[in-house]
């Protein structure tokens, strides 16, 4: 299993989504957010892992906007990155991600499957529309999530409190609760 071919195939199914995106100023599922604001943070995202991934050292979090247009930014973006993450010496190379600290890179890519399933998700419930992602890099996200979980937490937690979901909650479900996401948000 190749984590950058898992992240590959989440990013398809969120290109489908983005590819319709008009209204900007729609509610997200993340507190706060708009469509326009979950764009940036997944434009700026892929930019910055993409830095981070081919120079290792911390890379700027805030650059990119949704200029030229919101597809189109993106769609540079998730190209960006997936160049970035292309070269097979990326998976030992050791990577500074954000705050966090520094990874090798095989875990620097599974923190950003960790976002793409999750704001896929946010993206498919903005819009009503299913979202079906992967469901080995849901598994994978849903390990590495419970891997956070289970870890003393710092101050300032990646994730929102958990959210309760049935026992018999499918692995989406479960890592959307891990991550403080209520499944069924509408």
Excluded at 24 to 32: E, N
Excluded at 89 to 100: G, I, M, Q
Excluded at 117 to 136: C, K, M, N
Aim: glycine share 6%; hydrophobic share 45%.
């Amino acid at each position: 299993m190749d984590i950058r071919d898992l992240d590959r195939r989440v990013l398809a199914t969120m290109d489908k989504i983005v590819s319709g995106v008009s209204d900007l100023g729609l509610r997200t599922p993340c507190a706060g957010w708009t469509l326009g604001d979950l764009l940036t943070h997944q434009v700026r995202e892929n930019r910055a892992f993409a830095v981070a991934l081919r120079e290792g050292a911390a890379a700027d979090w805030h650059i990119g906007s949704l200029d030229p247009g919101p597809y189109r930014a993106y769609r540079e973006s998730v190209d960006a990155f997936l160049d970035a993450a292309a070269d097979d010496a990326v998976l030992t190379r050791e990577v500074t991600v954000r705050e966090f600290g520094t990874f090798p890179g095989s875990v620097a890519l599974t923190m950003h499957l960790v976002d793409s399933v999750a704001h896929g998700w946010d993206l498919a419930r903005t819009f009503d529309v299913p979202y079906e992602p992967d469901a080995e890099a849901v598994h994978v996200a849903l390990l590495f999530a419970e891997r956070m979980r289970s870890r003393p937490r710092p101050d300032d937690d990646v994730f929102a409190p958990v959210v309760e979901v049935g026992p018999g909650a499918s692995e989406l479900d479960r890592f959307l609760a891990l991550t403080g996401r209520d499944p069924a948000w509408r």
